[in-house]
């Protein structure tokens, strides 16, 4: 996975709540088990006008203008619910997202979203709003920078919001490893366990 530190992009919001991840990509979408080409089936029923078709419905955030290219989107409680249908997080990241924003998040998705590098971050409902607010508001492209390492947010007005994410979870971000990764840098300690364990309880290894 690709380090996550520090993001200053273009920002979305969807202030839906219940988003289940059928919204996000719909299983008529999912043709491939590839995590590439998913983007195009993101949020298909509210994208396009008809199920069958690729025609843009103009009312919906992602076919503006002035959000065209968001990397970063702005959501409603319990983002992701539904299913642990991971293929929610790939679309998202083929579509070019990095970073969702919430109040809360159905938890496997949000486990899904840091085991493929998308930074899923709780802030206040009303924190989100005004940013929300903002990013409608803003002079010119409404862009957030989030920045993983302070751990602050820096909205469009100027101001900074600190924000909090799990110790680990954050490292994992930081450097781009997934469980896996994270499991072979303990290798060393591991492995010493096991040495340990071996002297002192021969019996378990017959």
Known sequence: MQPFRRLTAPAAPLLRDNIDTDAIIPSREIKSVSKQGLGIGLFAGWRYRSAVGREPNPEFVLNQARFAGARILLAGDNFGCGSSREQA??????QGFQAIIAPSFAPIFHDNCINNGVLALCLP???VAALADALVTARGEPRLTIDLERQELHAPDGAVIPFHIDADLRLR???????IDLSLRRLTGLNAFYERDRRERPWVYL
């Open 89 to 94: 997080v790939w679309a998202l990241a083929d």
């Open 173 to 179: 971000l930081l450097e781009g490893l997934d469980a």
């Open 125 to 127: 409902r009303a924190t």
